[in-house]
């Protein structure tokens, strides 16, 4: 057995439709004065908003991030709405781009000046703040409620910087599917690709573990099954359920075997020419599993029985044509992109050296050029 390290921050997972409706106790339980809630703008106008100053109380400040991957200028806003006064209670509800933003903006607070100075995958200090962190998704996707980890857009756009801390983790996720229902069915079916790539990349990267390895067989199962029901139908809580109890695994299972080239694409494309980080993985994960299938041994075989393909590419191929993201890569880029760019920036990924199968930047740019067609539902065929 390869040595390896499992890590998981987050205290308390409670899972049950209406959970929203538990956060009084919570905040009461931990004697909670001043509550604040960082809000992902889809809901700002809503009645959730409402509900949520019900729950906490009067004092409660709100503050809506806008519905984008964040960069560091919305991160900075929400860092000065915490600063503005004390708050001994962060309850952050959205898709990842408010998770994430909530995160890092809370530890700005507690690690004045740059934002820099503690972005950093490892071996960087953050001073903890002494607030409780609550995080509840309404999306089933990136997990970053249990994630150690927050993806940020630099000022410019040309590269994302990656924020890593146990103290950055929330203590409780708050898990309740009925917040997951007014989700578009785009959106359902690129988050819910995203947590597809987060369990295929973590069960298969040379850093998959024991430990993982279970979660991510769990997360593909559950969400094998159950992302194209929520995405065919949208108040179907039982489905949305299993794809956010899904989305959190898959997150338990990256967090410590991290993720693969598919993820090194999507970085590339969101950062050059902001692709949305679902979509963009669901281009990519067919084609970058086709590549890696000599690499894939016995866990090939599992992930074609989990998905229903004679290959893991072509299962996963089949699921992303059933929700509606079979796409050919030129309609999301603008004309004249540069291909050999994205290919030269997707080899800076720190997912490279996790991948099953070791690409060159050749390697990548084939693999780019297959995603300007799409499959079809049918095998990926790469010839690489
Ligand atoms: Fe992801």
Same mark, same amino acid.
């Given at each position: 057995?390869?040595?390896?390290?499992?890590?998981?921050?987050?205290?308390?997972?409670?899972? *049950?439709?209406?959970?929203? #409706?538990?956060?009084?106790?919570?905040?009461?339980?931990?004697?909670?004065?001043?509550?604040?809630?960082?809000?992902?703008?889809?809901?700002?106008?809503?009645?959730?908003?409402?509900?949520?100053?019900?729950?906490?109380?009067?004092?409660?400040?709100?503050?809506?991030?806008?519905?984008?991957?964040?960069? &560091?200028?919305?991160?900075?806003?929400?860092?000065?709405?915490?600063?503005?006064?004390?708050?001994?209670?962060?309850?952050?509800?959205?898709?990842?781009?408010?998770?994430? *933003?909530?995160?890092?903006?809370?530890? /700005?607070?507690?690690?004045?000046? $740059?934002?820099?100075?503690?972005?950093?995958?490892?071996?960087?200090?953050?001073?903890?703040?002494?607030?409780?962190?609550?995080?509840?998704?309404?999306?089933?996707?990136?997990?970053?409620?249990?994630?150690?980890?927050?993806?940020?857009?630099?000022?410019?756009?040309?590269?994302?910087?990656?924020?890593?801390?146990?103290?950055?983790?929330?203590?409780? %996720?708050?898990?309740?599917?009925?917040?997951?229902?007014?989700?578009? *069915?785009?959106?359902?079916?690129?988050?819910?690709?995203?947590?597809?790539?987060?369990?295929?990349? +973590?069960?298969?990267?040379?850093?998959?573990?024991?430990?993982?390895?279970?979660?991510? /067989?769990?997360?593909?199962?559950?969400?094998?099954?159950?992302?194209?029901?929520?995405?065919?139908?949208?108040?179907?809580?039982?489905?949305?359920?299993?794809?956010?109890?899904?989305?959190?695994?898959?997150?338990? +299972?990256?967090?410590?075997?991290? /993720?693969?080239?598919?993820?090194?694409?999507?970085?590339?494309?969101? %950062?050059?020419?902001?692709?949305?980080?679902?979509?963009?993985?669901? &281009?990519?994960?067919?084609?970058?599993?086709?590549?890696?299938?000599? %690499?894939?041994?016995?866990?090939?075989?599992?992930?074609?029985?989990?998905?229903?393909?004679?290959?893991?590419? $072509?299962? /996963?191929?089949?699921?992303?044509?059933?929700?509606?993201?079979?796409?050919?890569? #030129?309609?999301?880029?603008?004309?004249? +992109?540069?291909?050999?760019?994205?290919?030269?920036?997707?080899?800076?990924?720190?997912?490279?050296?996790?991948?099953?199968?070791?690409?060159?930047?050749? #390697?990548?740019?084939?693999?780019?050029? +297959?995603?300007?067609?799409?499959?079809?539902?049918?095998?990926?065929?790469?010839?690489?």
């Amino acid at each position: 057995m390869h040595p390896f390290t499992f890590l998981h921050s987050t205290r308390r997972v409670i899972f *049950a439709p209406g959970a929203l #409706d538990r956060l009084a106790d919570l905040a009461k339980e931990h004697g909670v004065q001043r509550p604040a809630v960082v809000l992902d703008g889809y809901f700002a106008t809503q009645p959730l908003r409402d509900r949520l100053v019900a729950l906490l109380g009067p004092a409660t400040r709100v503050h809506p991030v806008p519905q984008q991957e964040p960069d &560091l200028r919305i991160v900075e806003s929400c860092r000065a709405f915490l600063a503005a006064e004390p708050f001994d209670m962060l309850v952050a509800v959205g898709g990842g781009s408010a998770m994430d *933003a909530a995160k890092v903006a809370r530890m /700005l607070v507690s690690n004045p000046g $740059e934002a820099s100075a503690i972005a950093g995958p490892v071996g960087v200090r953050m001073r903890p703040h002494a607030s409780l962190l609550v995080c509840v998704p309404t999306t089933a996707g990136t997990g970053s409620e249990v994630s150690e980890s927050s993806v940020i857009a630099a000022l410019d756009g040309s590269y994302k910087l990656i924020f890593r801390s146990a103290e950055m983790t929330a203590s409780i %996720a708050l898990l309740d599917p009925t917040l997951t229902t007014s989700a578009p *069915a785009g959106v359902t079916a690129a988050s819910g690709y995203d947590a597809v790539t987060h369990a295929v990349e +973590a069960f298969t990267a040379k850093t998959a573990n024991p430990m993982t390895d279970p979660i991510a /067989l769990a997360a593909m199962e559950s969400l094998a099954r159950h992302l194209p029901i929520a995405h065919a139908e949208p108040g179907n809580v039982e489905a949305r359920g299993a794809c956010l109890v899904a989305s959190m695994q898959a997150a338990i +299972a990256f967090n410590s075997a991290n /993720l693969g080239i598919a993820h090194a694409i999507s970085g590339a494309l969101g %950062a050059l020419h902001h692709v949305g980080h679902g979509l963009a993985n669901a &281009l990519a994960l067919p084609w970058t599993m086709a590549f890696n299938q000599p %690499a894939l041994g016995a866990k090939g075989e599992t992930i074609a029985r989990i998905f229903g393909g004679r290959s893991a590419a $072509e299962g /996963l191929s089949k699921l992303r044509h059933r929700v509606g993201l079979d796409i050919a890569l #030129d309609r999301v880029l603008p004309a004249g +992109a540069d291909y050999d760019a994205i290919a030269a920036g997707s080899m800076k990924s720190g997912q490279v050296r996790v991948n099953p199968r070791t690409p060159t930047v050749a #390697d990548m740019r084939a693999i780019l050029e +297959a995603m300007r067609r799409p499959t079809g539902g049918t095998q990926p065929e790469l010839g690489l």
